[in-house]
């Protein structure tokens, strides 16, 4: 099979809604199963930063992966795909403190450290990174994963969130406050910022179901790419748009940071993430993996509006 054919704008939407609900059932599973063992405030804290809405687009692509290479879906992916997005909530609540990027406004509502204050929103995204890495072996095992998948899956999770991936690409972010980066700077620091946990989203999904390396490695790519491209759109976003439209503060310009739009200017930031979005259909289609949705939804990162 070959991916010669692109989902229409209309059958995406509809796909993202169903796989969102699923997404968001499982979350609430995980964060209800959290909250028994936590103090209320905590919890509460918690809940606010998990299930505050959100494109939910890390969970999507690690189910969407699972199912081009199952041919379906089942309940069990939703729980791994949600460990990602307990990584993700953690990470947003933690970089709108004010020790980092100081935020009230995250997905149209106050920031959780507005609401619970900041000891308590630290307190809630330390104990979302444990839980995540539980969460992510326990949908393995039940998907029917052998051991040494869930642990190679669990190890994709926490490698792309640590100091190789997602926190190391914070440090550089946050030196960043302090010096101007060039281009090639930029793409490594978002590489790993944002595109390490797009990327093992994938890779996530594609190893649980059991997928063969070629495959694994071109979900690999297909998620550098839309990852690259998902950034570039949130700086020409941050130029473009109000804290209104976008639910959040436009942050990097704002603290002098370079971004996409800073370096390039903005048609060529656009262009730039067109060019990473076509990168990403090309990854799958010369691996011979017909995925609709996912060539849609390379589109849809470049095109969105918030
Ligand atoms: C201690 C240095 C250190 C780090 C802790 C705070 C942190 C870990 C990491 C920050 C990572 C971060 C904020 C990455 C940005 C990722 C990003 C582009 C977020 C926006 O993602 P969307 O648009 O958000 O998918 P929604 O709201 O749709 O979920």
Known sequence: MTLRVEAGADALAAYLDTERQAVEAALLRAVDALAAALPSDVAAAVRHGVMGGGKR???VLCASAYAA???????????LSAS?????????????????????????????????????????????????????LAACERLGCEPEVSKA????????????????????DLEGEEMSFGPADLD????????????????????A??????????????????????????????ATQSAETLGKNPSDAAHGKS??????GLDEARRRARAESDRAVAALTEADIAAPMLAALARFVVERQS
């Open 69 to 79: 290479c199952r041919g379906g879906t089942r309940a069990a992916v939703y729980d």
């Open 153 to 172: 899956v669990t190890a994709v999770l926490l490698r792309a969130a640590g100091a190789g991936g997602m926190v190391g690409g914070q440090w550089v």
């Open 259 to 264: 971004t996409y739009v800073s370096l390039h």
């Open 84 to 136: 990602i997005e307990l990584i993700h909530a953690y990470s947003l609540m933690h970089d709108d403190l004010p020790c980092m990027d100081d935020a009230d406004l995250r997905r149209g509502r106050p920031t959780t450290h507005k609401e619970h204050g900041e000891a308590v929103t630290m307190r809630a995204g330390a104990a979302l990174i444990p839980m995540a890495a539980l969460q992510a």
């Open 57 to 59: 687009l890390r969970p």
């Open 188 to 207: 490594d620091l978002h590489r790993r910022k944002t595109g390490a946990l797009l990327a093992a989203s994938l890779e996530m999904g594609a190893l």
């Open 209 to 238: 179901a059991g997928a063969e390396e070629p495959v694994v490695d071109a979900f690999r790519a297909y998620g550098r790419a839309i990852g690259l491209a998902f950034q570039i759109v949130d700086d020409v976003l941050d």
